[in-house]
């Protein structure tokens, strides 16, 4: 759990955010180990920009990796960061609903949820 996390907090300061300065990073496991990390990026025209959580799941998924065990969210703010309603829908496409979500203050100091409590009556492909 601290190796993801410290990862998550590392990748946060790659973030790319001279609009909002709110800096995120994200630290993925998938079923096999692999750690994988993505930080936010944000456009000139907000709609453009990608959450930490996207980058870091597409960067597996773009090597092959489609199953995950958790992901570790790290924000700038004071609070607990957890995954906006695009993330949470964005993981839902590749994870259960008890893949756990750790979202992280410090290696010592982090809540765990399930992405079932984060996004309860998902859709997903069973809804099509």
């Known amino acids: 759990m601290k190796e993801l996390i410290e990862k998550a907090f590392a990748a946060r300061e790659k973030a ?4 909002s300065k709110f800096r995120v990073g994200a630290a993925v496991l998938t ?6 990390t993505g930080c936010n990026v944000e456009n000139a025209s907000y709609p453009v920009g ?3 959580e996207r980058v870091a799941m597409s960067k597996a ?3 092959g990796e ?3 065990k958790a992901i570790v969210i790290v924000g700038s ?3 607990y960061c957890t995954p906006c309603g695009m993330c949470r829908q964005f993981m839902a496409e590749f994870c259960k609903g008890d893949f ?4 992280a203050k410090s290696p010592e100091d982090y809540k765990i949820f399930s992405l079932a409590e ?3 009556h998902t859709f997903d492909s069973d809804s099509l």
């Open 16 to 19: 790319y955010a001279p609009y």
């Open 31 to 36: 079923a096999d180990g692999k750690i994988d």
């Open 50 to 52: 990608i959450c930490a």
């Open 61 to 63: 998924v773009s090597d």
């Open 66 to 68: 489609m199953k995950f």
């Open 77 to 79: 703010g004071a609070d």
């Open 100 to 103: 756990k979500i750790i979202s």
């Open 118 to 120: 984060l996004l309860p």
